[in-house]
């Protein structure tokens, strides 16, 4: 039996155990099947590790929507990453209780910050780019300028 950290274990595992399952149904709904995988701006702050904090799990699961976008190019699925903005949502109040009373009625809606998940499972696939992170219904870049959160293939 095996034990897994469970910040890992949702973002990271669960991601890829999820989508992984997936892939015959969604091989079977191409050309239009895609994958949305919900990161966050916290992996900005963080190169691809074997360090099993938030922001490097959120940074996993942008590399897996990049290998899988680069694995199943020619079979018609689309698979994208995409940050919320800072959503007033019950696992922020629990999560982080202090800095949510703080900013409370200063944060996105939960449905604002579902907006761009709606868009991107709405929009023509050409319009979109697969393996892309997406922030506010447009492509925003994986990593910050001057930061060294870039990884190798091999990493
Ligand atoms: N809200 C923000 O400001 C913000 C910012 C950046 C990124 N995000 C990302 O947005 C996504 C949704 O977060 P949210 O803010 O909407 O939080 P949320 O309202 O608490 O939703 C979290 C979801 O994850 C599920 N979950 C939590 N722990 C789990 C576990 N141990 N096993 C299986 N499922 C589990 C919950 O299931 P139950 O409903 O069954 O408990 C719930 O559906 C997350 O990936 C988060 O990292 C949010």
């Known amino acids: 039996m095996f034990c897994f ?28 099947a895609r994958v949305i995988t919900v990161s966050s701006g916290g992996m900005y702050t963080a190169p691809l590790t074997n360090d099993l904090q938030y922001a490097r799990n959120k ?13 199943y190019k020619d079979k018609g699925i689309g698979f994208y990453a995409m940050y919320p903005g800072w959503a007033e949502t019950p696992g922020v109040a629990k999560s982080s209780p202090e800095f949510s009373e703080r900013f409370s009625g200063k944060f996105r809606t939960w449905g604002e910050g579902a907006d761009t998940i709606i868009w991107l499972a709405l929009q ?32």
């Open 59 to 71: 940074r996993v699961q942008v590399a897996l929507i990049e290998k899988w976008a680069e694995m």
């Open 5 to 32: 950290e469970l910040n890992f274990s949702v973002n990271v595992l669960g991601t890829y155990i999820i989508t992984e399952s997936m892939l015959p149904l969604l091989e079977k709904a191409a050309l239009d």
């Open 124 to 155: 023509p696939k050409e319009k979109l780019v697969s393996g892309g992170f997406y922030f506010d219904r447009a492509e925003a870049p994986k990593h910050p300028p001057f930061a060294s959160t870039r990884s190798t293939n091999d990493e």
